[in-house]
C-alpha cells in the first residue's frame, strides 16, 4: 500500500507511477483524514509507501496527524519493506527524518528514503509563470521517478534523497510552518464565482461557503495552497505576492 499527500498533483502522480510499477494501491490520506479512515490490513510480502511534499523543510501536519492514528494490522509476522519518497522543490529539508521518527512510533522501520525535484508550489515565494521551466523540472522528474521506481523493485535500503538540510536548521525554521498556517494570510478577490470548489477539496474542511464566497472556518490549515492553485478564476490569493507568481498543477493527474 502507498499513502500520499497531494494538493496540486505532484505526489499523486509519483504515487501513481509507483502503484503502476509495483502494483501496490495508492491511497490519499486526504480521504482517509475525511472519511476518518485509519485501519488497514496489510497482507504478506506487501510494502508500505509514505509520498509526501516537503513544507517548511519537514512534514505537511495532516500527513503527521494521519499517522498518529494510523492502524497497521499483519495477518502475518513479516517485516515489510517501508520506503518513503519526499516531492520537493528546493530541499528534503528532514523530512525523511521525521518520516523515520513516525513510523517508528509504529513499530515500523524505514528501509528506503527518496526524493524527486519538482516544481516548488509555494508561491509567496516562487514564481511558477515561466511554463517552459516547470515543463523542464518535470521531464526531469521522470527520470528520478524511473530511478526510484527502480529502487523500490530491487526493495533497496538506505538514504537516497537529495538537498537535505542539517537538523539543527530544520529544528529552527520547521516552527515557522505553525505561523504561516494561520488561515488569516488568505485573501478571496473580486472575481471569484462561488463555485465552491475550494471548500470541497479543502483537505483541511478549513472552508466554508457564505453568501457564495469562500471563508476559512478554523484559525489554521494544512497550507497546501491547494484553494489557491485549482481555483478557477485564480480568486484566492495568501498574502501579498501569490497574485504575480501563477498557479500550477501537474499536467499529468485529475484532481
Request: charged share 25%; with cysteine.
Amino acid at each position: 500500500m502507498i499513502f500520499y499527500f497531494s494538493a496540486t498533483g505532484n505526489s499523486k502522480y509519483v504515487a501513481t507511477r509507483i502503484s503502476q510499477e509495483t502494483n501496490d494501491i495508492a491511497i490519499s490520506i486526504s480521504d482517509c483524514i475525511k472519511k476518518q479512515t485509519f485501519e488497514f490490513d496489510l497482507h504478506s510480502g506487501e510494502n508500505i509507501g509514505i509520498i509526501t511534499p516537503t513544507y517548511f523543510w519537514g512534514l505537511p501536519i495532516i500527513v503527521r496527524d494521519f499517522f498518529d492514528k494510523l492502524v497497521i494490522n499483519q495477518n502475518d509476522f513479516f517485516e515489510p519493506y517501508v520506503y518513503h519518497i519526499a516531492t520537493f522543490g528546493t530541499t528534503t529539508g528532514q523530512v525523511g527524518k521525521m518520516a523515520k521518527t513516525i513510523l517508528a512510533n509504529k513499530g515500523l522501520t524505514l528501509n528506503g528514503q527518496f526524493s524527486v525535484k519538482m516544481p516548488d508550489t509555494w508561491t509567496p515565494y516562487f514564481n511558477l509563470t515561466d511554463k517552459e521551466k516547470i515543463k523542464q523540472t518535470n521531464a526531469l522528474a521522470e527520470l528520478q521517478i524511473n530511478r526510484v521506481c527502480k529502487e523500490i523493485g530491487n526493495k533497496t535500503k538506505g538514504d537516497y534523497s537529495r538537498n537535505k538540510i542539517p537538523n539543527f536548521a530544520v529544528k529552527l525554521y520547521y516552527p515557522v510552518y505553525e505561523k504561516k498556517r494561520k488561515t488569516k494570510y488568505f485573501i478571496v478577490e473580486d472575481s471569484c464565482i462561488g463555485c465552491g470548489l475550494c471548500e470541497k477539496r479543502c483537505p483541511s474542511e478549513a472552508i466554508k461557503m457564505n453568501k457564495n464566497k469562500p471563508i476559512w472556518v478554523k484559525e489554521k490549515c494544512t497550507l497546501c495552497l491547494g484553494c489557491l492553485h485549482r481555483c478557477p478564476k485564480f480568486s484566492i490569493q495568501y498574502g501579498k505576492n501569490t497574485k504575480n507568481h501563477g498557479q500550477y498543477v501537474n499536467p499529468n493527474v485529475k484532481l
